[in-house]
């Protein structure tokens, strides 16, 4: 099928009817983006195997935006050398078409007819519901590429139609229909029953059903089965117990004979045990008693023993006690002499010290005074310069000097005037008088009047402003006026100036400038000493002259009491009122040294007689705390022996003698034994005469108690298992309907099983003997596409096709590997898809040319890539009709034979 | 004199396995058959009725089962009806005779001991021998010893040890018992064949009757009971064998090698009057195409549906596929032929099914090769490969009209 024309109107954003040719080979269609390159390509889909009715999104999607206008479309295409056109419109429906026949074009069909009759003419479908999509636009799925989707995906399958085309083609054996058919039927037979992928019995499956209700059944068997263990087991139980029971009876029987007969035994051993017992009690008694008395005597004995130790100890400790008391006053004695040698010293050294303190007292006041001195000769000098200063002051205050700024203010205008006045002197007249004899007159010049003389050849000037008059005696007068305004005005200037001149100088009572100036500085001057003097004033007192002052006093008041404090008789009083201070200050200290060096002579010896001292006490309270510990263990000694006598006493206040003691004690042996040999007889027969018998009866009695309990338990227990059983028996449930189910299940389900395996035999010799005869078609697809793979790339990859006659991986000639189709870069990825439908295109074509669409391919190849993979298109545009999308039509400006169709107007 | 029906074996409430979803009828026809022995001893005015053994099948039946059995007994009445234990219901502890409901019968009489007991009314002395357990190697019978001149009658469930003819050593008993322990006649029960051994005087003493309705194949002498008369204590007793069964059970085998055959087999089938009342198993030996075999499938479905239980063992049946008719109904197939060609090569794997292969072995060699290099991991068995056949021509039959 070749598209000839292409005619939109009212199609997107073709809102203005729109129409473009197509030549039969390569077509090329360019423009910017959002010209409607897409647009009129996605149209030819559209209007072949769209219903003219459909109202889907994608149709609705045609109408122009902003606008209720109804999409129409008309493409004119020629189909085994008949020229056709199918004209449909959207919304307000249409689908009209024709056949050019006869020099005009006649209606073939309207309406769904013309839908179904296009779909007969050029392949695919028309959808059943919803849009049309590639599996249903016949060989226009693999061959007419949609923008962005350069690859089909895997889960695609290409649809029958093209498939058959190939097989067509390649003439090899086709599925007749009866056979498909057969096939369909078998496999979905093999589909009801298993899984496709893991073969799994499917779980709506008879098979699987069935499975499962044996299961259950079998479940169900083993639970009545189990209950049938059970209740074989309860019956054995039962049985056995009974069983039990029987032989425990007379057991029980047996065991109360013999308790009976127990009886009389038991008797008899509780009155041997109750002798026994009494005989046991008396020899305690009487051995407690020949305990106690043994111990008394004991007693006595140990008390006396004691009280005699303790006598000599005390002896001995009286004797040591007195050789202490003797050591103790030697050492008091000499602790005496020692405190009076230690008094002495002490005597002295204070003496000593208060010297000291007097020395130092009078080195002091001598410091004082020379202090004193000093601060006195500050005080004079303060005392001038403040007379100075004040003198200094005075001078200030009776000039009179103007400040800085009215010095300048006065110089302002002193300026000012003089420049006024030089001004108008410029401005005024300059008489120059050359005599050249002489002359004598008066001259007026403004309001002055002058008087001159010349001489003959001397010169004279005069500068007048406004009026000059000059009368020369003898000879006339002169009047010169000037009628100058600005004149008037810097006379009247001058005039303010020297007005406020004369203010301003007023209180200095002079005008001359200089001595302004003089005076000024002058007071500068003033002010300046002035202030030095102050300055050193204050350098001199620091804190101000009170201060000083106040200083002074202070230290005279001090160097009095100081001196006050030093007695009469001292020594160095003398020097109180000597005037060379510093000498005296030096004999001061030398004193001072003198009496500190005593000083520490004597602290010395004080230390030592201390010590000495010291060490005496210590031995005295040694020996005092000796002798206190010797009283306090004589102390302690007394009081004991005189509990032990007050204990003797006690032992003998019962009047016995040791001997009738020890009389007494033999006799409680004598019988002490006697009863102990008793004993001894009742003991060695406990065995026989109580033992056993008790023994025998508490077994006897045990064994009733335990046979009754036994039989108790087991009577409890029958009747318990019993009831069970009855139970268990009205409720019983025989398995025979389930094992007869089963039974019947189980064949069916042989049954069952032989067909699925039956059905899965079939179903994969019938897939295997498909996917061979179709693999048979994959090859000279397989042979096309690498053929242009190797002029592309150079025979760096073979590809494979899958069963479906679609890429899926290539061979990498350099590594040998087989790479998965979508592990390759894009790039190249593309190319393959690209060369393939350039490949199924030119297969396909030889019957009638094909249509490839191409709606910008290889956007991801490089310029080298590009340029073989359009030669590769050039070639295949003499078999095929292509049409190449794209925005960049210098990629393929090299082109010759190309039509290039531009979107623009 | 007396005159008495002798009866055992009724089994009721078996299994029946192999009956599957019928098994519930046959069971039901157990019920009925009961009912038709005490109508039948009603009718005929017996002086007793004696269930020797096995009257359930066992203990563990569920215990609504005795309700309908009590009300069949009770319609004996005022007949008297003897049940003895056998070793399908022994008296154990878990006895279907324990339960009370028995107490209501006042004609039915559950022995439990192995003590003489007298019939009302008529000189007979009964000497049962009650089963206790449900094995025991000892001979029930030992301890029989007639004393009186009544009319003495044993009853005993066990297997009389007839060398070279009884291999089951379980519940003994002496084939002399009767002639040894003076007894007129002993009502046996155990066997489901009815069987009588004729003593040294000629006259039949020792009797099975073998069970009233057929319980599995091979039982070829059942569907009865027996009214024996004993004139006085000594003298002969008078037999008469009543049928009163309704279920048949047989095992056929035929052999067929053409579709005639297999239309004759039909007609055999069809000559059945009450298929609802037959057990059949057919089993059908030799080799056809696939066109009878069909046929042999519908007729198989049809008789499933009418028989009480029909079963059709093809196992030695082959199809020996007709290939040229198989592969016509779908001419131009070509894929169509290839799948029926593997089919038969893998025929020729198979022992039991190379001789009925189309394909010679070399042929079937370069086809398995060519699947195996395929790495199919086909591995069918023979009952697959001919269904597959079956079902290929089934469908292709089907999709070619």
């Known amino acids: ?905 | 004199m007396a005159r008495f029906l002798h009866t055992a074996d009724w089994h009721l409430g078996m299994k029946y396995a192999k009956l599957g979803l019928n098994a519930e009828k046959a069971r039901e026809v157990r019920i009925q058959t009961a009912n038709a022995v005490i109508e039948y001893a009603q009718k005929h005015n017996v002086d007793f009725i004696i269930v020797a053994g096995d009257l359930f099948d066992s203990n563990d039946i569920e215990r609504d089962l005795i309700d309908t059995v009590i009300r069949i007994l009770q319609k004996a009445m005022p007949i008297p009806v003897y049940i003895l234990p056998g070793n399908h219901d022994p008296l154990t502890i878990d006895s279907i005779y324990a339960d009370p409901f028995w107490k209501t019968l006042s004609n039915t009489f559950i022995i439990d001991q192995p003590k003489p007991l007298s019939v009302p009314n008529i000189p007979v002395t009964l000497y049962p021998c009650p089963v206790t357990q449900k094995q025991t190697k000892k001979d029930l019978t030992d301890w029989i010893q007639v004393t009186g001149g009544q009319i003495s009658i044993g009853i005993a469930h066990g297997n009389l040890q007839i060398p070279g003819f009884t291999d089951d050593p379980n519940f003994p008993i002496d084939p002399d018992r009767a002639e040894q322990s003076g007894l007129d006649y002993l009502s046996l029960g155990e066997w489901h064949s009815l069987f009588s051994l004729k003593g040294k005087d000629g006259a039949i003493r020792t009797l099975y009757p073998g069970t009233p309705e057929p319980t599995k194949s091979g039982e070829n002498n059942c569907g009865r009971v027996v009214i024996v008369e004993i004139e006085e204590h000594g003298s002969k007793p008078i037999l008469q064998e009543v049928e009163i069964g309704t279920l048949k059970w047989e095992e056929r085998l035929i052999e067929i090698s053409s579709f005639d055959e297999i239309k004759c087999v039909e007609k055999e089938l069809k000559d059945i009057t009450d298929p609802e009342n037959w057990v059949l198993d057919l089993m059908l030996k030799g080799i056809i195409d696939q066109e009878a075999f069909n046929y042999l499938e519908a007729m198989e479905n049809q008789c499933v549906k009418n028989f009480l239980y029909f079963k059709l063992n093809k196992d030695k049946l082959h199809i020996n596929p007709d290939l040229t008719k198989l592969k016509n109904l779908i001419p131009d197939g070509v894929l169509f032929g290839k799948v029926i060609d593997a089919i038969e090569a893998f025929k020729k794997c198979h022992p039991s099914l190379q001789e009925f292969s189309n394909l010679s072995a070399e042929d079937a060699e370069i086809m398995l090769q060519e699947l195996t290099n395929a790495s199919l991991p086909l591995n069918p068995s023979p009952e697959a490969l001919e269904r597959a056949i079956m079902i290929l021509y089934q469908i292709a039959s089907e999709v070619a009209r």
């Not at chain 1, 769209?50 to 295409?77: C, D, M, R, V, Y």
């Open chain 1, 1 to 905: 099928m070749i598209i000839k024309k292409i005619y939109l109107e009212n199609w997107k954003i073709f809102r203005n009817p729109f129409e473009r040719d197509f030549a039969e080979g390569l077509n090329i269609i360019y423009g910017p983006n959002e010209s409607g390159k897409t647009t009129l390509i996605d149209s030819i889909r559209t209007i072949f195997f769209s219903k003219h009715t459909s109202q889907s999104e994608k149709i609705k999607s045609l109408i122009p935006w902003g606008s209720s206008l109804s999409p129409g479309a008309t493409i004119t295409f020629s189909h085994h050398d008949e020229l056709y056109r199918i004209t449909k419109k959207f919304v307000s429906s249409r689908s009209l078409l024709e056949k050019f026949a006869g020099g005009s074009w006649e209606r073939v069909a309207e309406g769904d007819r013309a839908d179904n009759e296009i779909i007969k003419l050029i392949g695919g479908k028309l959808p059943s519901r919803g849009d049309t999509k590639p599996e249903l636009w016949g060989l226009g799925q693999t061959l007419w590429m949609v923008q962005g989707q350069p690859i089909i995906e895997k889960e695609q399958s290409l649809n029958e139609e093209t498939i058959s085309s190939i097989q067509k083609l390649i003439g090899s054996v086709v599925e007749i229909d009866i056979e498909k058919k057969l096939f369909n039927q078998i496999m979905a037979q093999f589909l009801d029953i298993y899984t496709e992928k893991r073969r799994d019995f499917r779980k709506d499956s008879r098979v699987f059903i069935i499975k499962e209700r044996i299961n259950t059944l079998e479940k169900e068997k083993n639970e009545l089965d189990q209950k049938k263990v059970e209740k074989e087991n309860l019956i054995r139980d039962i049985e056995d117990k009974e069983i039990l029971l029987q032989k425990k009876k007379p057991g029980l029987e047996a065991a109360l004979q013999e308790k009976d007969e127990l009886k009389s035994k038991i008797n008899l051993a509780h009155e041997h045990r109750l002798n026994r017992e009494k005989l046991n009690e008396e020899v305690k008694r009487i051995s407690s008693e020949y305990k106690y008395l043994t111990n008394q005597i004991g007693e006595i004995q140990n008390n006396e023993n004691h009280i005699k130790e303790i006598e000599l100890n005390n002896e001995k400790l009286i004797k040591e006690k007195m050789l202490s008391e003797e050591d103790l006053e030697k050492l008091l004695e000499e602790i005496q002499t020692f405190n009076q040698k230690l008094n002495d010293i002490t005597e002295i050294y204070e003496q000593k010290e208060s010297e000291h303190n007097y020395a130092i007292t009078a080195h002091t006041a001598i410091q004082e005074e020379i202090e004193l001195k000093e601060k006195e000769e500050q005080l004079k000098k303060v005392n001038d310069l403040e007379q100075e200063k004040m003198e200094h002051k005075k001078k200030l205050e009776s000039l009179k000097a103007p400040s800085q700024k009215d010095l300048n203010i006065i110089e302002d205008y002193y300026r000012k005037i003089y420049d006024t006045q030089t001004k108008l002197d410029a401005l005024g007249l300059k008489i120059k008088t050359i005599a050249q004899t002489n002359i004598s007159g008066t001259i007026h010049l403004d309001n002055k009047s002058v008087e001159f003389e010349i001489k003959k050849g001397k010169k004279k000037d005069w500068i007048s402003h406004e009026v000059a008059r000059i009368s020369i005696d003898k000879v006339g007068e002169i009047e010169i006026m000037s009628g100058s305004e600005d004149v008037k005005e810097m006379k009247k200037e001058l005039e303010e100036f020297g007005i406020e001149f004369e203010k301003l100088t007023a209180p200095y009572e002079t005008k001359v400038i200089d001595e302004l100036r003089d005076r000024f500085h002058q007071k500068n001057e003033l002010e300046n000493h002035i202030k030095r003097l102050e300055n050193e004033i204050k350098g001199q007192t620091k804190n101000g002259k009170e201060i000083l002052i106040g200083e002074i006093a202070e230290l005279k008041k001090r160097i009095e009491s100081d001196w006050s404090k030093i007695p009469e008789n001292f020594d160095l009083i003398k020097y109180a009122e000597n005037e060379d201070k510093i000498q005296v200050k030096e004999i001061c200290a030398k004193k001072i040294n003198e009496l500190e060096k005593e000083l520490e002579a004597y602290k010395d010896k004080e230390k030592n007689l201390k010590k000495e001292l010291d060490e005496l006490n210590n031995k005295k309270d040694t020996v005092q705390s000796k002798i206190r510990d010797l009283e306090k263990t004589l102390h302690g000694n007394n009081e004991r022996k005189s509990v032990l006598q007050n204990s003797l006493e006690n032992l003998q206040k019962d009047g016995f003698t040791l001997k009738g003691r020890e009389e007494k004690l033999y006799d409680i042996s004598i019988e002490l034994d006697r009863k102990e040999r008793a004993l001894q007889k009742y003991t060695e027969d406990i065995e026989e005469m109580e033992n056993q018998p008790e023994k025998a009866f508490a077994e006897c009695e045990n064994k009733i108690k335990r046979l009754d309990q036994d039989i108790h338990q087991l009577e409890k227990d029958l009747a318990e298992k019993n009831g069970k059983l009855n139970s268990m028996l009205v409720s019983f449930k025989d398995t025979n309907r389930i094992e007869e189910e089963l039974f019947f299940l189980k064949e069916e389900e042989k049954r069952l099983e032989v067909e699925a395996s039956a059905l899965e035999l079939l179903y994969d010799l019938i897939k295997y003997y498909r996917t061979k005869s179709v693999e048979s078609l994959s090859n000279p697809v397989k042979k096309m596409v690498n053929e242009d793979l190797k002029r592309l790339l150079g025979i760096k990859y073979a590809v494979h096709l899958d069963e479906g006659i679609k890429p899926i991986s290539v061979t990498s000639s350099s590594w040998g590997t087989v790479i998965p189709i979508e592990n390759l870069s894009f790039g190249t990825e593309e190319q393959i898809w690209y060369l393939f439908r350039l490949a199924l295109g030119r297969l396909l074509s030889h019957e009638e040319r094909q249509l490839v669409v191409l709606d910008d391919p290889l956007a991801n190849t490089d310029a080298s890539r590009l340029h073989r993979a359009l030669q590769i298109l050039e070639d295949a545009a003499n078999q095929l009709q292509i049409i190449v999308v794209t925005c960049d039509v210098d990629k393929y400006n090299w082109l010759s034979n190309a039509n290039y169709i531009t979107m623009e107007k």
